[in-house]
């Protein structure tokens, strides 16, 4: 409902400007997307070229893909009650002082850059009636969404499920006892790999289950979907150095900082209900409501893929009259749908059809290809033309 009700260029105008008030208002924005760490970086690059400062777009990306309203339901149904309500607070925590401290090193250089009109332009004349912006909530929701987080989610319960089976129950159990020890570990894991907030809940379910202690799984829950090499690369790009290594080291003191007061400051029985609530669910009676539920996740998952392989396949059989080109970055639906809106608003463009799989992009009309690759750099991502066949 948010991504068809809400235009994409709220957030630009709404979050543009400097100050404290308006890194407050990004991250409150930021934590209830159900946006991934690649998905929120055209959204972020999209308010800095709006007007918003460093700062507010530092804690924009900060917040957004620790959480949203997509993984506080899972967390608590994977996790229970205690991370689904820690997990936005940290993110918001971690935003607020992120956003705040790239401010402070930023202090007197950042000039906000000019008004992007091409997100108004895009609003008058996506507007539809509230009847086809419900049957866009529900396609996204059931399709879109799913497609993004579905292979994610369905690797991270693959992972799970190894961890579980393979693991010995007592081998983790060790460095458990000794979190300072275990959460730099992790991190050191975490920060370089991506996983999406969804991904990382049955990860770091089978850890716990597997002797880590609570304060280092919520370690990988807040480091792995917000930290990662891609994003820093693009902030550095985007808003300087100082300002990628303020948006990494928060996120890093946010998760020592929050993981240490889970094990040492929080009553330990807030987060062991989820081991025994898994025990008796093993013994309960046949799940009716659960079952079919998973069902149709899996069926919807499954659907997403075909999609997929349809959309890759239509592209192999394009003519070799198209232009093609090779994108780098994406990693879910947001990053395709950002591409190919990139792309479409160069003049010239008659049609274009990306393939999140393989990364190709073909391209009908008589646009040059130096100013499609900048309009896709501009969106966050790297493209290249591949030579004519």
Known sequence: LMHAFIPAGTFARHLSGSGWKAVVKAALAGVPLPLCSCGVLPT?????????????SSSFLIATPQTGIDSIAATASLLGPAFAVIRPLAAMTTALFGGLAVGVTEKGQDSPAATCAAYAEEEKKTRRSPAGRLSDALRYGYIDLVAGIGPWLTA???IAALITVYIPADALSALGKHPFLAMPAVLAIAVPMYV??????????????KGLSPGTAFVLLMAGPAANFAS???????????????????????????????????????????ATGIADACHASFPIFSTICSAILVLLIAWALLRGYINNHKIDKQTNENMK?????????????????????????????????????CVDGNADADTIADAVRAAGFDAEKLPDE
């Open 44 to 56: 972020a690059i999209a308010m800095r070229r709006a007007g918003a400062s460093r700062a507010a």
């Open 156 to 158: 991270g319960l693959v």
């Open 196 to 209: 999406c907030a969804t991904g990382s809940i049955p990860i770091a379910m089978s850890l716990m289950l």
């Open 232 to 274: 820093a690369a693009l902030v550095s790009r985007e808003m300087g150095r100082k300002a990628a290594a303020v948006y990494i080291g928060s996120i890093i003191a946010g998760a020592l900082v929050f993981g240490l007061a889970i094990d040492y400051l929080m009553p330990a029985h807030w987060f062991t209900l989820q």
């Open 325 to 361: 080109l090779r994108i780098t970055g994406m990693n879910c639906q947001h990053c395709r749908a950002s591409v190919e809106r990139a792309i479409s608003s160069v003049e010239g463009v008659d049609n274009v059809s990306v393939d999140l799989t393989t990364g190709m992009a």
